[in-house]
């Protein structure tokens, strides 16, 4: 079964709107951690948010949001006040256990294109 | 204060050949962790360093192996390849400060023929 599942290949949103960017995951470990990353077309891997499952309220980076709703498992990226440069892949990833080891499942990806 | 390197950018081999990649972590980093990303897919775990030992690994065969030394860079070797090990391959490094945060390199785009 999947861990991480994004369902939205792809999303377009107009410049200066917000976005929703879902991504669902599955684990049976009370400890784990959340985190969304941003990969331009030049390839590198962008650290946007990370939230704990045992963190109270939602974590929020500037313009990025995580709206985790811990019963439904669902982790989605909200980004507000959508720019140009916004436009890249956006993944969804996973850590299960506590601990300083960080061996994240990642999802499929979802794409992005911020309309002018 | 420079970010994660990775070498070669791009690298051409053909089937059988062994490749060896290279990474520099981030200033003040200590571990490094090494991904493989498909074309359509997300990353995928082969394995991470820390302390110069392999800490961890993902479900890769033997043919991946790799090594750090004692300033923290890594390499990241692939034996006997295959046409199935074309992909983007990336290094991560992370500190003990905050180790939930990883920087990766830019990646070095592997095609085999």
């Known amino acids: 079964a999947q861990k991480i599942t994004q369902t939205q290949p792809g999303m377009f949103v107009q410049e200066k709107e917000a976005v929703t960017l879902d991504c669902t995951y599955d684990?049976?470990?009370?400890?784990?951690?959340l985190f969304w990353y941003k990969q331009p077309s030049s390839g590198e891997m962008i650290f946007l948010i990370y939230?704990?499952?045992?963190?109270?309220q939602n974590a929020t980076e500037g313009r990025y949001s995580l709206n985790f709703q811990k019963a439904r498992k669902s982790a989605n990226l909200v980004i507000s006040a959508s720019q140009l440069g916004d436009s890249a892949m956006y993944f969804c990833?996973?850590?299960?256990?506590?601990?300083?080891?960080?061996?994240?499942?990642f999802g499929r990806g979802t794409s992005l294109i911020v309309h002018p | 204060d420079a970010g994660v390197t990775q070498s070669p950018t791009h690298l051409i081999k053909t089937r059988g050949q062994q490749v060896t990649l290279r990474c520099s972590p981030k200033?003040?980093?200590?571990?490094v962790s090494w991904y493989q990303q498909a074309l359509g897919q997300g990353p995928q775990f082969i394995f991470q360093?820390?302390?110069?030992?392999?800490?961890q690994r993902g479900n890769f065969p033997d043919r991946f192996s790799g090594h750090q030394f004692p300033n923290y860079s890594s390499e990241l070797n692939v034996n006997a390849l295959l046409l199935g090990d074309s992909a983007l391959y990336l290094c991560?490094?992370?500190?003990?400060?905050?180790?939930?945060?990883?920087?990766f390199g830019p990646g070095t785009r592997l095609t085999v023929l």
């Open positions: 200033s003040g980093h200590d571990t």
């Open positions: 360093y820390y302390e110069e030992e392999e800490r």
């Open positions: 684990t049976s470990d009370p400890s784990y951690g």
């Open positions: 990833a996973m850590r299960e256990g506590a601990g300083g080891s960080y061996i994240p499942t």
């Open positions: 991560a490094s992370s500190g003990r400060d905050r180790y939930n945060e990883q920087f």
């Open positions: 939230q704990g499952s045992y963190d109270q």
